[in-house]
Structures are given as C-alpha cells and as structure tokens.
C-alpha cells in the first residue's frame, strides 16, 4: 500500500503509514481459522479435543454423529492447524494443537458460549 495518496486524510496512524497495514496472506490466515465456526459439529468437535485426546469413535458417540461425518470433521480441523493427531497401533487418537491460534480459539469459544471447562482430575 505504500506510495498510496488516499482520497481524504482523517489524520489517523494507519493513513500515514499504510505500509504497516498486515498483508493480504496474514488475513487469509486468520480467515481460515475462522472458517472452522462455520458449522456447529466443528466447533464442538474442537471443544471436546481441547479437553481430551479421543479416537474418531468415541468423539462420534460422545457428539451423537456417524464416524465418517467426525472423520470429515477432524480433516478440515487437522488441515488448519487446529488439531493434531497421534497413531496408537490400528488407533488414531486426536487432540486439540498446542498452538496460541488453537488456544485462543478455545477460550473464545468458552466465552462466547460462557461455558465452564470440565475442571481437570
């Protein structure tokens, strides 16, 4: 954006210095996060995993969902980052990422559905 001569000059920072404006590939980032909250068995999917590392059968019973609607699921949540999986013989096991992005997620889910975490034992 640099070299940009805007139209009106408001007298904020970011029209003096539109270079330091995040690039179009930092919001794609942050768009794809997002994207996971587009559907609802996603979102509890991830919520589930960020408190305990289950296998596809047991998240589809604890979720009420068939293993193939989990398994398509735990795709699109393991190709952003969200999630992570590990293999235990013929197991699969899946896990919220200990990442910032992941983190934040969750918290911002609890907070938005102001749900209380499953105190750890």
């Known amino acids: 954006m640099s070299g940009v ?6 007298g904020q920072a970011i029209e003096r210095e539109p270079e330091n404006m995040p690039g179009e590939e930092d919001f794609q980032i942050v768009s794809d996060i997002f994207k ?17 590392e289950e296998c596809v059968i047991n998240i589809a ?19 952003s980052g969200l999630i992570v999986s590990r293999r235990d013989g013929k197991e699969v096991y899946y896990k919220a990422a200990d990442t910032e992005q992941a983190q934040l997620l ?12 499953p105190t750890a034992e």
């Open 61 to 79: 019973a604890i979720v009420g969902m068939t293993s193939p609607a989990v398994s398509h699921h735990l795709r699109q949540l393991k190709s």
């Open 106 to 117: 969750h918290k911002m889910i609890e907070k938005m559905m102001e749900i209380s975490c």
């Open 5 to 10: 001569l805007l139209p009106h000059d408001h």
């Open 36 to 52: 996971q909250l587009c559907d609802r068995s996603r979102i509890r999917i991830f919520w589930l995993l960020c408190h305990c």
